[in-house]
């Protein structure tokens, strides 16, 4: 099995977790979104995944794009230890606060569309960063509430145990605290960054901790 991706990405951050989580052994190969003009528009990569993002995970003859859907790959492949509850409902609302994140605060915040607000609409870069504070706040000011109806003291962003919320919250987070946002508005997010920091799985995954970093 093998993970497509850059160091600092999100949405490959978020797989590197899950497959840590579920102690599956895989190799990782950079795809530097900068370099070379982003190594994602080159022709070999682009006969991979046309959409040209990161991450794509291939095992086997599967190639595989969309972390969300890597990631149900990977929990069906490796169902133990699950990434939701076996409840239903619950599994319902895991589900949904993950998509919270991988949906309505991801996408409008990635590269490719701040390099589109710098560039071809030519907001500057104080701009730039008034977009990604003010879509991020939205959103976690949200889950905040959430994370204190339904997570347990801190910890997990709901339950006692990691879950997929979890798995996309943590990047989300890193990419909060490198464009400088106020964590100390949203105290219990902060508090499950802290305590997941402290889980291997989630410590092994940090953009810093990846052979392509810097």
């Known amino acids: ?17 899950a497959l840590n989580l579920k102690g599956v052994d895989y190799d990782q190969e950079s795809v530097h979104l900068v370099k070379d003009g982003g190594q994602q528009f080159s022709d070999n990569y682009t006969a991979m995944n046309p959409a040209q993002l990161v991450p794509t995970l291939v095992d086997g003859e599967l190639v595989l794009n969309q972390s969300m859907a890597i990631l149900d790959y990977i929990e069906n492949k490796f169902p133990q230890p ?3 509850p076996i409840d239903t409902a619950a599994r319902a609302q895991v589900l949904a606060l993950a998509n919270d994140i991988a949906c309505d605060i991801h996408p409008i915040c990635n590269l490719r569309v701040l390099k589109h607000i710098t560039g071809e609409l030519g907001a500057s870069e104080e701009q730039k960063v008034q ?15 959430q994370a204190n109806k339904y997570g347990s003291n801190g910890k997990f962003l709901f339950g006692g145990q990691v879950t997929l919320a979890d798995v996309v919250l ?34 092994k995954a940090l953009p810093e901790n990846q052979p392509d970093a810097g």
């Open 82 to 84: 699950s990434l939701f």
């Open 131 to 145: 977009w990604i504070h003010n879509w991020i706040n939205k959103g976690f000011s949200a889950l905040e509430i």
């Open 1 to 17: 099995m093998k993970l497509y991706g850059y160091w600092r990405s999100s949405a490959a951050y978020r797989c590197r977790i």
């Open 170 to 203: 943590i990047p989300q987070i890193y990419n909060a605290l490198r464009f400088s946002v106020d964590m100390e508005q949203h105290p219990t997010l902060k508090s499950i960054w802290e305590h997941c920091n402290t889980l291997e799985a989630f410590e």
